[in-house]
């Protein structure tokens, strides 16, 4: 069921109506400087300032040019997918896909409601989605179209279904920027490792009795 806040509610009751707004926010690395940034993007046709969890957020009015699909909440682990439409010639998305490395960025999505005569927000904006960048892609544009860049994300149940350590090699990783991250992955789970005790050695294995007939054997030897 949908929820408003005591400010929505409000509105709807005087039949004043509600104007919603797309609010999509994004942290990636900046492949220039290798920090993290964030990018705000939003549906309204003006860039807007909102207060996300007692954090203001800025959200470039992209207008038109962002548009996303409908979420719908489920219960479970299951990867839900959604896509975001982009206009592939606006600066903000070229600055998003050329600037940035967006792989697996983390992904917010905020739904703002506003008051249409005072163009006021009503209540908080409230979050719909959390998840992470999965892939961009540039489909080509029907003739006479608008070329579009399409986002598409995944809910954070996406961190479940990544590969195991052991699928990552030293040189996959030392190719991005001489990462030494798993340099000694090759010996990892070899190296006995002790935390607060001391190594101690096995015991050695006792000596089996000698059968009669080595016994014999020896006594002979030793008689010549």
Not at 27 to 47: F, K, Q
Request: glycine share 10%; with cysteine; charged share 25%.
């Amino acid at each position: 069921m949908r929820v408003f806040e005591a400010a929505s509610y409000a509105l709807l009751a005087a039949r004043g109506g509600l104007v919603s707004h797309r609010l999509v926010w994004i942290e990636a690395r900046n492949m220039s400087s290798g920090l993290v940034e964030t990018i705000g993007l939003c549906s309204a046709e003006e860039d807007l300032t909102v207060d996300i969890d007692g954090n203001m957020r800025s959200y470039l009015g992209a207008g038109g040019l962002l548009q996303a699909e409908p979420i719908t909440a489920g219960s479970g682990l299951s990867v839900r997918e959604h896509q975001l439409q982009l206009s592939a010639v606006a600066p903000e998305v070229e600055n998003l896909v050329k600037a940035y490395d967006t792989r697996f960025a983390p992904v917010e999505m905020h739904r703002a409601l506003f008051d249409p005569k005072t163009r006021q927000l009503a209540g908080a904006p409230r979050r719909v989605f959390r998840g992470m960048v999965n892939g961009i892609e540039f489909p080509r544009a029907e003739p006479g179209g608008t070329p579009a860049c399409i986002v598409s994300v995944v809910s954070e149940t996406r961190a479940l279904t990544r590969t195991l350590a052991s699928k990552k090699s030293h040189q996959s990783h030392k190719a991005r920027g001489g990462d030494k991250f798993r340099i000694y992955g090759d010996i990892s789970g070899s190296v006995p490792v002790y935390w607060g005790e001391l190594k101690v050695s096995p015991p050695a294995e006792a000596a089996e009795p000698a059968t009669e007939a080595e016994e014999a054997s020896n006594t002979e030897y030793l008689g010549r």
